[in-house]
């Protein structure tokens, strides 16, 4: 979520409240109403960003198919919603509070085990190293992929490619 201020975007963790229901259509009154302070507001969104990854990532789990496709998927819909709510990558919710966070990547941690055994059990994924191994690296990968196109360092293109090609690497998966 971002706010306009003078033609310039404000992203929500760096917004004011004001600028937050200039952008929303209410009052300040009314946000302050539903979130009596700024950052039960901010983990407000953050828990709705994580509603939504989980839908997504449910829906391209749907199909079904190989986990090596269904792993590329899941990387392009993070990858989306890095660049969708650039707020994921913002140091005040990096910094946040290690519980909140392991609360907020239980539905997906507990998704992304279950599709990696299952890459296991197949084959597709090398089965030397633990699915929880797997889980922590391939978020910690996501995070850095995401830092590193937050500083310009690299293109929305490269970072993806990056980033697929880590995973892959990561989960023993020859590329073809």
Do not use: C, K
């Amino acid at each position: 979520m971002v706010a306009v201020e003078h033609g310039r975007r404000v992203f929500v963790a760096e917004a004011t409240v004001e600028q937050i229901a200039a952008e929303a259509g209410v009052t300040r009154q009314t946000v302050y109403a539903h979130y009596p302070s700024r950052p039960l507001l901010i983990n407000a969104v953050i828990d709705r960003i994580t509603a939504e990854a989980t839908a997504a990532l449910d829906a391209a789990t749907e199909n079904g198919g190989p986990a090596t496709e269904v792993m590329l998927g899941w990387l392009d819909v993070t990858w989306q919603l890095f660049e969708r709510y650039p707020l994921l990558q913002h140091p005040s919710v990096i910094a946040a509070d290690p519980t909140d966070t392991d609360r907020r990547h239980a539905p997906v941690v507990e998704r992304l085990e279950r599709l990696i055994e299952r890459g296991q059990d197949t084959g597709e994924f090398d089965g030397t190293l633990s699915p929880a191994w797997l889980v922590s690296a391939t978020i910690a990968l996501g995070h850095a992929a995401g830092a590193e196109f937050a500083a310009g360092r690299m293109t929305a293109t490269q970072t993806t490619a990056a980033l697929r090609h880590s995973i892959l690497r990561l989960y023993g998966v020859r590329e073809a």
